[in-house]
């Protein structure tokens, strides 16, 4: 089973930008549509962007995010990482982010790493 470690979160104001990274302990590359999913307080985990294995890298993204995030993966393939870029941030957006391989069943994973959190605030 891939372990999956994401990293990158903080404090921006209202207006800025971070990076998150997601690092996995196993390779992921042609194997799974990855994902960034946000869980906000008191709400249901929300997949906000997916980018698919293999050398096409298709990305899709939630209409909440959607022109202001960007999802990647690291150019060297073997370093097994995933990035979501995080513009233009609102206070909407403050959450615990986490990634995971998007099921095909199209519901939630089961299991969470431990996110990283970001918070939105003047």
């Known amino acids: 089973q891939v372990q999956l470690v994401e990293s990158g979160g903080g404090v921006v104001q209202p207006g800025g930008s971070l990076r998150l990274s997601c690092e996995a302990s196993?390779?992921?590359?042609?194997?799974?549509?990855m994902g960034w999913y946000r869980q906000a307080p008191g709400k249901q985990h929300e997949l906000v962007a997916s980018?698919?294995?293999?050398?096409?890298?298709?990305?899709?993204?939630s209409d909440s995010v959607k022109g202001r995030f960007t999802i990647s993966r690291a150019r060297d393939n073997a370093k097994n990482t995933i990035y979501l870029q995080l513009a233009s941030l609102r206070p909407e957006d403050t959450a615990m982010y986490y990634c995971?391989?998007?099921?095909?069943?199209?519901?939630?994973?089961?299991?969470w790493g431990q996110g990283t959190q970001v918070t939105v605030s003047s």
């Open positions: 980018i698919t294995g293999g050398s096409g890298s298709r990305t899709t993204y």
């Open positions: 995971n391989p998007v099921p095909a069943s199209g519901k939630l994973p089961e299991t």
């Open positions: 196993g390779s992921i590359y042609g194997i799974y549509t």
